[in-house]
């Protein structure tokens, strides 16, 4: 957001939601949505609170909600209760009269600011003169939408945590090596999981500009954007043996964006919708610990008293940025809709569109 925006709180919550009542605050987005039908769609991601939840027309993954952006043709309005990439997501695949809200617009990723474009495409001109035309880029949707463009005009593709197997393998079928970005981590733990030795990866870091490697450059398949996810890096090696030892009986799920030393020793990793459908999967009685974000991990805990169930580090925070989305903020965001004023909409640049269109939607007919 523009630090003039800032300055004279244009963008900002207005007063009157900070000190409205929750019940009257329920009460009112119910009656929005209700007047509003069909018009209005509300797609929330896993993370958020479940304050926001319990209005969500659809919840999911990232994968899941880029579907149904791209398939919902009915909505003229829709809240996205997520974070600015994933709205930036639906903008683009939604049609140039379907409106994007963002109810608080500093909901961002730490790890999609990791990369921007011209660090990006400084980094492009430096491997394509190290590995000549052998890489292909491919983008975690976790990424700003000019980043997916770059990806998209380079014929590369867009990647979720979801389907990042396959569309490595995808890759591998266009180029001899890739250029995964902005997570280095579900960067390293697909392509490992997928046969590519740790030896064969080299590190990109944005900072310096150049390549981390000790090796023969020749031998490179995967560069690793040097960014990462603050709240699954967060999990630590530690803590899996602390609950090793506690909970001998516990079984190990964490999300892929946690570093390569902790799946490792982890019984199982996968996205969200994953560790969602194997807790709601596993038979009564049976024991987790789950190494993702908090919001989540409550409520999983809260849907299933039948199994013991805790967090992979009891003491780990909630995405900040996810969190910012909150009662006031999606009422603010429905009654800017309601009275008809401008507000909290997030609209991609048509031609940033166009390119990264390109990559989502390899993405989207391969997944
Ligand atoms: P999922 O696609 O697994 O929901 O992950 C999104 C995300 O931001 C995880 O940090
Ligand atoms: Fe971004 Fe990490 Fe939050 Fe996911 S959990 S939205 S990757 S900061």
Redesign the pocket.
């Known amino acids: 957001m523009a630090i003039a925006n800032l300055l004279n709180n244009k963008g900002m919550l207005p007063e009157k939601y900070r000190t409205m009542d929750r019940a009257e605050m329920e009460n009112r987005i119910r009656e929005i949505k209700e007047k509003l039908g069909e018009k209005l769609f509300i797609p929330c991601?896993?993370?958020q609170k479940d304050e926001v939840v319990q209005f969500a027309d659809s919840i999911g993954?990232?994968?899941q909600l880029a579907q149904v952006a791209a398939a919902n043709k009915k909505a003229e309005h829709i809240v996205f209760c997520g974070v600015h990439f994933m709205a930036e997501t639906a903008d683009m695949l939604t049609t140039d009269e379907q409106v994007v809200y963002l109810p608080d617009m500093r909901a961002g990723?730490s790890m999609a600011d990791m990369a921007d474009i011209y660090q990006t495409e400084e980094a492009w001109v430096q491997l394509q003169q190290i590995f000549g035309d052998t890489l292909i880029p491919l983008t975690y949707v976790?990424s700003t939408a000019a980043i997916k463009a770059f990806t998209g005009r380079n014929g590369g593709a867009c990647v979720?945590?979801?389907n990042a197997k396959k569309m490595v393998k995808w890759a591998f079928t266009q180029k001899e090596r890739l250029f995964f970005l902005p997570d280095q981590h579900l960067g390293r733990n697909t392509t490992f999981e997928l046969g590519i030795p740790l030896e064969q990866m080299a590190v990109w870091n944005p900072i310096s500009g150049k390549l981390e490697f000790e090796g023969n450059v020749e031998d490179i398949k995967v560069v690793l954007w040097k960014g990462h996810?603050s709240?699954?890096q967060g999990f630590t090696v530690e803590n899996v043996r602390e609950v090793r030892e506690k909970y001998p009986e516990m079984t190990i799920i964490v999300?892929p964006?946690c570093c390569r030393d902790v799946v490792e020793v982890s019984d199982m990793n996968g996205?969200?919708?994953f560790i969602v459908d194997t807790i709601n999967a596993a038979p009564t009685g049976s024991s987790w610990a789950i190494g993702t974000?908090m919001n989540l991990v409550k409520r999983i805990i809260a849907e299933h008293p039948d199994k013991k169930i805790i967090s992979l580090n009891e003491n780990m925070c909630p995405?900040l940025t996810m969190n910012r989305i909150d009662l006031p903020h999606l009422l603010w965001a429905l009654e800017i809709i309601e009275n008809g004023e401008e507000g909290n909409v997030i609209q991609v640049d048509k031609e940033v569109t166009k390119e990264a269109i390109l990559s989502l939607d390899r993405m989207l007919t391969l997944a």
């Open positions: 991601h896993h993370y993954d990232s994968l990723c976790n979720t945590s979801s996810c709240v699954h999300h964006e996205s969200t919708k974000e995405c």
